[in-house]
């Protein structure tokens, strides 16, 4: 079946796209999270579920998803086994391949169906914008918080990228408060080794923000993860570097700073100088990718 909607997703239509279909009355959208059912709308219309073919569905090109616990599919690839797949996949019709059908929402329990064997699966097809397709995943993974901290920051950013959504709009529709969608997004600012940690869930999204504008964060990351500690610790930690930096840089010569501060300005990097009484030393550029290595190498080939 096929359901038009506006964009508040009152169901105005349902057309029947093959005979054997099933009926499921409104308790089904209950199970979607209240999110997902106020994109469906409230009706007292009957929803209609129609199976198809498993081969007939693609991943959705917006799935903020990118990671899926291996022992969570088993679980539920076990449970469909013993029972079938009791919740419908929600599915678009696919702009390019005649007869195939985009996932919105239902990407694990239909890599799980596949897992346990089945041909065909139960779907509520609706024709929607690329916009509300994204909505729709983002909604269904934050309330089942089935995303991880970094999957859930892009999605909210993409949002803002690609459907001119600000912070307010985001925390509006997904019921988060605006500080909460800034502090997600700001996660992104990360070292992308430490994006990878919190990724593959080495880190939380806690550890992962007192890292936020560290210079070492990486090295900092790594003891962490070694020494398995708390976000309280880690606070602490952190703190201990910054005031013990503050010290040091606070003891130096005016003009060694302004020094430091030139050069900042000029290669974007954190730049520090240590000065001796012999007037010796060293300078120390701290780059945070191989993007920021490059850019400071062809900058002294360019002027020296």
């Known amino acids: 079946m096929t359901i038009n909607s506006e964009d508040n997703f009152e169901i105005d239509s349902i057309e029947l796209i093959q005979t054997d279909k099933k009926k499921v009355d409104t308790h089904f959208k209950k199970g979607l ?36 616990s291996k022992e969570n599919l088993e679980e539920l690839t076990n449970s469909i086994k013993e029972r079938g797949l009791i919740q419908p996949i929600i599915v678009r019709p696919d702009k390019l391949g005649e007869g195939k059908y985009e996932i919105i929402a239902g990407e694990r329990r239909w890599l799980a169906s596949q897992n346990a064997g089945l041909h065909q699966v139960p779907v509520v097809v609706l024709d929607v914008s690329d916009e509300k397709s994204l909505e729709f995943a983002i909604v269904e993974n934050v309330q089942r918080q089935d995303l991880n901290p970094i999957e859930e920051a892009k999605g909210y950013q993409r949002l803002i990228d690609d459907f001119k959504y600000n912070q307010e709009k985001v925390s509006k529709f997904i019921g988060k408060s605006r500080s909460y969608i800034a502090n997600s997004q700001r996660l992104l600012s990360l070292p992308k080794e430490i994006i990878q940690m919190v990724e593959k ?75 001796k009484k012999n007037n010796t030393g060293t300078i120390a550029f701290n780059y945070q990718n191989l993007e920021q290595l490059d850019k400071l190498i062809d900058t002294i080939k360019k002027n020296y």
């Open 201 to 275: 869930n080495a880190l939380t999204s806690g550890h992962a923000r007192a890292l936020i504008n560290l210079n070492n964060s990486i090295e900092i990351a790594k003891k962490i993860i070694k020494e398995k500690l708390s976000v309280r610790q880690t606070e602490i930690l952190v703190k201990a570097h910054r005031d013990k930096k503050f010290k040091l840089v606070s003891k130096k010569d005016s003009n060694i700073l302004d020094l430091q501060k030139i050069l900042e300005d000029k290669t974007g990097l954190n730049v520090t100088i240590n000065n």
């Open 33 to 68: 999270g209240r999110g997902l059912s106020s994109l469906l709308g409230d009706t007292t219309k009957k929803i209609e579920t129609n199976k198809v073919p498993v081969k007939d569905l693609i991943r959705n090109k917006f799935q903020p998803r990118k990671y899926f």
